[in-house]
């Protein structure tokens, strides 16, 4: 992949994952923390059926990790990508084949689980990437089902731009209160060179024009607008 030197995440987490601890990682989105947890499980693998769970709160991260799987070119590695919004039959034909990798997001995990179609017999790894977001869209409940489910003694890996108090109760719940926290955000979680402001409105009403006078007021060049929903978006 052309990656000479390692990130500080890398740095700092891939010995603690390779020696089989349970590791909490507090870093910035973009950080490379893919790699910093990918690289030292297949490292540790035994190359055996649904052996690692990567749960992620969105399609597009899902795909995004896959993907960083995929470009490591091991040919020992079977990962396969899970999420909604597809078809689950072919989901399940594929989970048939034995991969060793699973990346998926909490509702189509839960399904195809509870349709007895995906087993944890052998899960040794789990990862929540994206721990904050996992939770900022309610699927608490989910993860904690899915941890639940799980039977067998496994690594438990956590990445989160920020860390809060549930998060911590989470670790705290499936590890028996044994893991490393590395804070490698330092509270900063933006780039130096960004500035940040925020608007305070009274109703939600307000939001939309609100944001169109501040928009005819800064007149930007270019902008980039995150929505919470796509009915938002609209």
């Known amino acids: ?19 089989g601890q349970n590791v909490i990682v507090q870093s910035k989105t973009g950080t490379g923390k893919t790699l910093a ?27 995004q990790i896959f993907q960083v799987i995929k470009d490591l070119g091991d ?3 079977k990962a396969m990508p899970i999420y909604g919004g597809v078809s689950i039959n072919n989901q399940i034909r594929k989970l048939q084949l034995g991969p060793h990798i699973l990346v998926g ?23 929540l990437d994206e721990g904050d977001r996992l939770l900022d869209m309610g699927f608490f409940p989910d993860i904690k089902y899915l941890l639940k489910a ?4 496994f690594q438990f890996l ?10 911590r109760k989470l670790a705290k719940k499936f590890t028996k209160n044994k893991f490393i926290y590395l804070n490698l955000s330092k509270d900063n979680l933006t780039s130096s060179n960004t500035e940040q402001f925020f608007y305070m409105i009274n109703y939600y ?8 006078k501040i928009l005819k007021e800064e007149r930007p060049k270019s902008s980039i607008i ?4 796509k009915k938002t978006g609209k």
Do not use: W
């Open 1 to 19: 992949m052309n990656i000479h030197n390692p990130t500080i995440v890398q740095e700092k987490a891939i010995p603690l994952v390779l020696n």
């Open 105 to 127: 997001t909490p509702g189509r995990l839960i399904d195809l689980y509870k349709r007895k179609k995906l087993r944890f017999d052998n899960t040794r790894f789990v990862i």
């Open 226 to 229: 995150f929505v919470s929903t």
């Open 150 to 153: 799980i039977k067998t003694k």
């Open 158 to 167: 956590l990445f989160s731009a920020t860390i809060e108090r549930s998060i």
């Open 37 to 63: 947890y990918i690289l030292p499980i297949i490292e540790n693998m035994k190359f055996i059926k649904n052996e690692c769970l990567i749960i992620a709160p969105t399609r597009e991260l899902t795909k």
């Open 75 to 77: 040919e020992r590695i």
């Open 205 to 212: 009403k307000q939001k939309y024009n609100t944001f169109l």
